[in-house]
């Protein structure tokens, strides 16, 4: 259980270090103003007395106008949030500095400057004092525990705390815990509170289905993280808030693992949770948006909430293009083009996004909610672009490590003790992409075999995906700018894919890349096509995938003996577990037959799918354009991890599936006390 001993102890240290950290960021306040005094001929400061004088006075009066501009920043919403970080510290220099002379708008642009200055300084200050730790943030949140102490009617239940470490595999977990490079959960684990154990997700190996599967217990009717509806034409996409949501309404059984008093962080889908702040399909909920606003907004309110995040972002900008051309120079292979794209999606994810995240679990962990769920995906990010185990993903893993050791020191002041369990939904396996193997790309190679147009999709963007509802959660229809977001939407048709995938006049194709996975559809069909049909209207096609030396195997429905994996040597009729000449399925472990059979027989299945190949170093050939991947079978994409505490046992087999996944976790909260009250059949409309 966390939160007695090494959790107390740090409690304590961090409230020893309250009054220094405290003095050196009015210290570096000082030396701000003193070097703004220099750099801005506008802003006079004569002596160092007066700077520290005005250090105080800013903090002070700063702190008072914080409590009236976040209830602005409610009504604005994201925006809202973003200007009182920019601002609202300038407004206190602009009173301190200028109201003795009178206000006015040039006075304040200069305060702005000042501020910006003040705060980078003060913000440097603090993290030296620190020793670069995440320390002063802990304390921050803490000193919130302590002001708003909650109480609760069941205190003796415990909660637990899931947080998804998005994409870690399992062996890149284990040679960091052995390396020490992850020092919270190499305590933990060292110590003995906790175990490291590996569990497989099914196929697909992608978020969609294993948040699906972990939450809500079901993993069937999602083939990727975007697939084509056949009945409509609809292009479903995972990580659009109207997709999610309607795509958690199919499944839902209004009994998912999140039901009893939860609440969802940064997820696709909610669980059930009652509340859910920046969930994906959650987007629009009025009362929990309103409360993450406050939440968010009070963060990048304080002086070093905005500063912090904002100084961090900018070394990650610095970081990743010096690291991004180092790659070059020193011809990392494999290596993917990383664009300015990526560059402000890491500086976002690592700088901002991650103590967005964290602030608005330990308010719930503070408010003793019984369970949270939460999606860290830096590392699933960073390592998609740079790779598995290069530097600046190992680095995005450590900053998750860290988020661990502050919900730690939460546990020991939260009103109920927490268990923080740690998962990923999936691996990843990486490789040179198929495109840069090959010189075209799927959607090109099927274009070219069947000699017909290909519409292809292979642009990953789960991560981004993060901060899209990061901002739509902040915006809705309650906030100034939700109301003029929601307008804007409502004038977006469905994108051309849809358009594609529904017009049945012409033969053509609409081909989507997951990974290592790619989905092949033949537009405007009511029904999934058997080969024999395909081989009719378009004979070269099967051929030439199979023949291709970049895929491993292929998936066709079949009239005689069902779905079908056909390799170059030979085939697997895995309805029957049959094999002809040389299996296809063989270097994909010994639950591929299994997971095809599964995938293939689903009714959202595609017409083909198409697997890279593997190869002897378990790299695959991902569709996409990501160094990392997962969503096919190969490599380690479908080797995930949890830790998780000794009190909370595993199965002594491992687990296979999310959903099996989701029964575990459940009885974890069955065993904790949860779940008693809720109805035995699921609620009239539910899945």
Known sequence: MVGTPDGTRHRRRLRRGDVGRAFLGLLGATVGFLLTSWLLPDFQVTSVAQAFLAAILVAVIGAVLRVFLVEAAVLLGWVGAILLGLLGQAVAVWVVFYAPYGLSA????????????????????????????????????????????????????????????????????????????????????????????EWRPKLPATTPASQMGILHGTIDGI????????????????????????????????????????????????????????????????????????????FLGRPAGFARSMTRALSEIVRERFQARRAIRRDIRPRVHRGWGFTMERAALTGVVRDLNTTLVADAMLKGRRSIYVDYVDYDAVAHHCGILQPESLDALAGIDAVLAQLEAIAAVAPRRYHLVVLSDHGQSQGAIFVDRYGEDLATLVSRLADAPALGAVDNNEASGSLNSMMAGSADQDSVVGRAFGRASDRITEDSLEAESARPDEERFVVFGSGNLGLVYVAGQDHRLTRTELDQRFPALLPGLVAHPGVGFVVVDTVEHGPVAYGADGEHRVRDRVVVGVDPLAPYGEHAPEFVLRAATMAEAPDVYVNSLVDDLDEVAAFEGLVACHGGLGGWQDRGMVVHPVDLPMPTDMVIGADALHRVLVGWLEGCGHRRDLPTEAPEGAA
């Open 106 to 197: 040039a006075d304040l642009v200069t305060a702005v400057l000042a501020s910006w200055i003040v705060a980078i300084t003060s913000t440097l200050f603090v993290w030296v004092g620190t020793a670069g730790t995440d320390d002063a943030v802990t304390a921050t949140l803490l000193r919130r525990a302590r002001r708003k102490q909650a109480s609760i009617p069941d205190p003796d239940v415990p909660g637990i705390v899931f947080v998804q470490a998005d994409g870690v595999p399992y062996p890149v977990l284990d040679w960091c815990v052995r390396a020490g490079t992850l020092p919270t959960l190499s305590r933990w684990i060292r110590d003995g509170s906790h175990r490291a154990v």
């Open 223 to 298: 083939p990727a993280f975007r697939w084509v509806d056949r009945p409509t034409g609809k292009v479903y996409v995972a990580n659009r808030p109207g997709d999610a949501a309607a795509i958690e309404a199919m499944h839902s059984d209004g009994r998912g693992l999140l039901v009893d008093d939860g609440v969802s962080v940064s997820n696709l889908f909610t669980g059930d949770a009652p509340t859910a702040y920046v969930t994906m399909s959650a987007v629009g909920r009025s009362q929990e948006t309103r409360e993450s606003r406050r939440t968010i907004s009070e």
